[in-house]
């Protein structure tokens, strides 16, 4: 077995770093047990060239994503960790994620079954996690990982994640990942999406409910003195699916032909734009209010 460990955070031996190494520790002894740090990784935005469509294109940068998806196809198993920042992961966490459009098509080249994955997302004030669980489901998600449990923790301090009640949720994170097994217990108090786990959901006015991170569907139902997310049927599994990613695939294949045969009407609605110009330019004099 092997087991890869992705980590971003500017601190050295943070809280971020000895999660995982501290969920490596529990691992069995003769597991190959690789970290990648992905701070120290040269991975640009996204540039919406859409070279990586159709199906069997790649993307057009060459930079070290590769190292990212190589780890992932020859790993068992996953961990990543990364910091809230502003309530939401770290932009160059995001800026990572971004990229993983150019591998949506590609799930029938991942091992299978995917790799499994732990995901811990430290954050430093009580209830200031923001959104760092569900932008950690997309990232997880979108590297075409079978997600077994995302846990956000409360650690302020560089190592607070390995101290306290902390520490045992990282053994119980260990525990599911040696066995492969989704966790069953809620990371919080929040309600859960049942596809996916995130706890950001959309609810209208008539009790159905969307996530907001995989757009799985259903219905808000009383349940005794609280309530539940009663997924629906069919389509309502959500964007992880591979019949979703091959939805999408179709869909931007499609897109892209579109654009080729309609570029000119495209540019000449462009050039109504052209002027005047609005950009602002340094003219070295400065703009104050008075
Ligand atoms: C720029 C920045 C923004 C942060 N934003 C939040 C936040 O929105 N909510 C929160 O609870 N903690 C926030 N924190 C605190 C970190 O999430 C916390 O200290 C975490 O343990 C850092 O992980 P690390 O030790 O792996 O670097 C922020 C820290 C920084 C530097």
Redesign the pocket.
């Known amino acids: 077995m092997r087991v890869c460990g992705f ?1 971003y ?3 050295r031996e ?4 000895l ?1 995982v190494k501290e969920i490596m520790k529990q691992l069995p002894d003769d597991w190959e047990k690789v970290m990648v740090r992905l701070n120290d990784l040269d991975i640009k935005p996204c540039q919406a060239c859409y070279h990586c469509v159709p199906r069997g294109s790649h993307c057009a940068i060459s930079d070290d994503l590769d190292v990212i998806i190589r780890n992932v196809k020859h790993s068992d198993r996953i961990i990543i ?8 992961a ?1 932009g160059p966490v995001k800026m990572i994620m971004d990229r993983f459009l150019s591998i949506t098509s590609d799930y029938p080249d991942w091992p299978h079954p995917y790799p499994s994955c732990v995901v811990v997302t ?5 209830e ?3 959104m ?1 669980k569900e932008d950690a489901i997309a990232f997880a998600n979108k590297l075409h990982l079978n997600v077994l449990a995302v846990q956000p923790m ?5 190592a ?2 390995v101290r306290g009640d902390n520490l045992e949720t990282l053994h119980r994170l260990a525990k599911l990942l040696e066995k492969g097994k989704k966790s069953d217990q809620p990371s919080s108090d929040f309600l859960e999406c049942p596809a996916c786990t995130s706890t950001a959901l959309k609810v209208r006015p008539d009790g159905t409910i969307k996530c907001a991170v995989c757009a799985a569907t259903g219905t808000l139902r009383r349940m005794g003195k609280g309530f539940t997310f009663e997924q629906g049927e069919g389509d309502s599994a959500g964007y992880f699916t591979e019949r979703a990613l091959d939805n999408h695939t179709q869909y931007l294949s499609d897109k892209k032909i579109l654009f080729r045969n309609t570029k000119d009407i495209i540019k000449e609605i462009q050039s109504a734009y052209k002027e005047p110009e609005y950009w602002w330019k340094d003219d070295g004099e400065g703009h104050h209010h008075e």
């Open positions: 980590v955070s500017p601190r943070a809280n971020s770093e999660a960790a990364f910091p809230t920042y502003i309530f939401t770290p430290p954050y430093g004030m009580a200031w996690e923001g760092v409360l650690a302020t301090l560089p607070d994640s």
